[in-house]
Every structure is written in C-alpha cells, then in structure tokens.
C-alpha cells in the first residue's frame, strides 16, 4: 500500500525544491522505507543531495531558518494521509512544537538536537511537506542494547537531561489551551487543533480526555468486531461515563501545568554519533502536543518500559504501586526491577520528575489505559483482524470487554476491589 504513488512522489519533491527554491536536485533517496510494509507510514521520509548556491527564498516563514548555501544534504518529509492523521493543521503542528521544543532544550543548551526548519506547506491536493536539516547520526535503538554499560548511562543521563528542559519549560502565554499549536499572522504560536484527534484547542484537560473517549468510541463503531460495544447495552455506559465521570477523574490533575509533550520519545526517534556517544538528534514531533508531565510518561519511553496497566497482577502490580507511590527509591524485588528502575533514578538525578511526583498521576494513569481498552488496536485494524481466526478475536473482544466493566465498576464504586490500581 506504501508503494502507491511512489514515483509520483519523487517527482513532487524534486519539482517542488527545484521550481519552488532554485535548488540543483542530484538525489533523491528514501529513508526507513520498506515498499512490502503492510501498515501505512504516518510519513514519507527522503534525503536530499542538493546543490543550493543560486536557492531562492521566497519569504521566511514562522518557525523557520534560513538554509545555507553550503548545504549539501536536506530532508524533505511528506505527511501521509493514508495514516488516518488529516493534513489540516498537521504540518503547521508539527513545525510550531519543534519551534517550542528548540527553546525549551535551549534552556539547557541543548537546542541543536531539535533539526531546524528550513521551509513547510501544503500543496494542492493537501499533500503536506516539511524541508528540515539533514542530521547525520545513528538511530539510538541500533546501537543501545549492544552498547557498553557507560554508554547506555550516559545516553540516559543526556535523555533525562531533554525531560527536565521539557518538564521545565514555561510555554508562551499566546498558548492557552491544550491541544496543538498554530502560528498567529504575527508570528506568534498559540492553540489550535491537535492532528492526532482532528480537535481542539481544549479549555481544560477534561475536555481533551473527553475527545480522546469519543474517538475511540467513533473507532470502535468503525470495527466489525466491536460494533461500537452496541450490542450488549455496553454503548450507553460509555457515553454516561464520558459525560458525567470522566471531568471528576480527570479533576486531580487539572491544576498542572501546560507543557510541551513528544507523544513518541523513544530510541527510534533519537539519533546517536556513535564516535562521541553524544545525541545529536530528537526527531518525530508529529503527534506532539500541549499536555501535562504526565502525558509523556504514558505515551512514551516504551522501550525503557511502561507503567504496568491496573489489572496487573503479582510483579507488575508491585511494579505500579511503586512507580506511583514513590514509597521507595529501590523496587522490593528483583522480579519488579527493569529499565524502568534505572530510568527513573536517572530522571531524578538529573532533575526531572517521574510519575510519584505527578499531582493525580495514578487516575490518570488508570483513564489512559480505560480509554485505549475502548478501541484496541488488535480489535481495529485490518491486518491484525485478518490475521485471526473469529474465535480467536471473540476471545480478545470478551476480555477486553471484561476490563471495560470492571474499570467502570471500580469508578463507581471504589471500594468494590475491582480493577485495584
């Protein structure tokens, strides 16, 4: 399905470089691209050998800079609709959080891992484009896991130093609600609808819980599997909670602050110059957003592992219970200890917070996890839904729906023992 249109789209980035900026194109090639990839890339991803002496540029946009003329290597990045993000806003998002997420690593001298701007659009047709600066570096989770027991500590303590400038960071008081960001006529950035749920800006953060329900619900409706949770009475209960519980669970954290939030910060997204161990890159911000602290810790790092979910059982719950509770620096058993032991010290020690340190954090937490229950991938897309048999998804969709009553029961009655967190 990726392959589609694949020339077309080389002859859109050389045309646009070369009519739109005067650049000399001598090639094109695609990066992480594999034509047989059965689920759609949220990006097409190229890097560019230009020539850039004669380049012409038109005007300069916000959140951009100028592009050297020495430079001789680009990246030109094309958002995919195919992906299920639409294109309005998604550009402009993206261009305005690495304008935000620049400063705040400034903050801790550390701006030059944020790749600059050099241009961004939409063509006809919606087809947005992002021109940015080549970075030349490894990614980080081909080197980690065979890397010696220096490197890995360092390359955490440098990771932990990018979540305490996040953490840290004060956004712009133009940014006044929660959601995506867009830039006013003067330059400015400020709220505006957030790419990953097509909404927003939201007021409070109830509001942005509130839409992601709904559009699990919306994805759930869209399953042959899960029929929307209609045909058992399930729907109603859903919408009562959305509308009535929801804002009270919600409630403890309102109160924190706005911050910038990756959305996906793992190794992938992060480049390595294995000669110096130093980082030299964070990349992806397309599903970034205006969040919390605590936002981050549940949407990314999955590769130094997740905060067990609350049904976790033996281990994992001892896992949670600490994480959360922060009641000791050092896990009660070697069975509970991961990369999260280490990460998380590390956090501290370089002066971020971690999840105990987060006013409602565990409620949050728990209404993370619900809301995804709602419309698990395994439930909705097509090439997992195709790879087993009717049993086989019936038996997910039961325990699934199993997980979705005992969380509303334990809401509604905390001390039902249900679901425990």
């Known amino acids: 399905m990726n392959h589609v249109n694949y020339q077309q789209r080389l002859d859109f980035v050389k045309k646009l470089l070369q009519e739109r900026f005067a650049l000399k194109v001598h090639n094109i090639e695609p990066i992480e691209y594999d034509a047989d990839c059965p689920f759609e890339y949220n990006n097409f991803i190229y890097k560019v050998q230009i020539d850039c002496q004669e380049c012409q540029w038109l005007h300069a946009q916000s959140g951009t800079s100028p592009l050297n003329s020495d430079t001789s290597q680009i990246i030109m990045r094309l958002s995919n609709a195919a992906s299920g993000m639409p294109d309005h806003n998604r550009v402009e998002n993206e261009v305005g959080m690495m304008f935000l997420f620049r400063r705040a690593l400034a903050n801790r001298d550390l701006g030059h ?60 008081h133009t940014i006044t609600q929660y959601g995506g960001v867009s830039f006013s006529p003067t330059g400015d950035v400020i709220s505006g609808p957030m790419t990953t749920l097509s909404e927003g800006p939201f007021q409070t953060r109830a509001c942005l819980y509130q839409t992601f329900l709904t559009q699990q619900l919306s994805s759930a409706d869209r399953s042959p599997v899960l029929q929307g949770w209609r ?151 097509p090439v997992p839904l195709k790879r087993r048999s009717k049993v086989q998804l019936g038996t997910v969709r039961e325990s699934t729906r199993q997980s979705i009553l005992a969380f509303l029961q334990h809401t509604a009655d905390p001390s039902s023992g249900v679901a425990t967190p």
């Open 113 to 172: 891992l944020v790749p600059q701007v050099h241009a961004w659009g939409s063509a006809e047709g919606g087809q947005g484009w992002i021109l940015e600066e080549f970075v030349q570096g490894s990614q980080l989770d081909r080197v980690f896991e065979t890397a010696s027991g220096d490197l890995k500590q360092s390359v955490l303590d440098q990771m932990a130093d990018i979540v305490a400038a996040m953490q840290s960071f004060a956004v712009p």
């Open 231 to 381: 045909d058992d009475g399930l729907r109603a209960r859903l919408e009562r909670f959305c509308a009535d519980e929801l804002p009270e669970l919600a409630l403890t954290s309102e109160n924190s602050n706005k911050t910038i939030v990756h959305s996906d910060f793992t190794m992938n997204n992060v480049l390595i110059d294995e000669s110096t161990g130093k980082l030299v890159a964070l990349l992806d911000f397309d599903w970034s957003y205006i969040g919390s602290a605590h936002d981050e810790f549940l949407r990314s790092f999955c590769d130094l592992g997740m905060i067990p979910g609350p049904q976790s059982e033996g281990h994992e719950l001892d896992l949670r219970q600490e994480l959360l509770s922060g009641q000791s620096d050092q896990f009660r058993s070697k069975e509970t200890a991961n990369a999260l032991q280490n990460w998380y010290q590390v956090l501290k020690s370089r002066g971020s917070k971690v999840p105990s340190d987060l006013t409602g954090m565990e409620e949050i937490s728990r209404l993370h996890w619900f809301i995804n229950q709602i419309s698990p991938w395994l439930l909705t897309h």
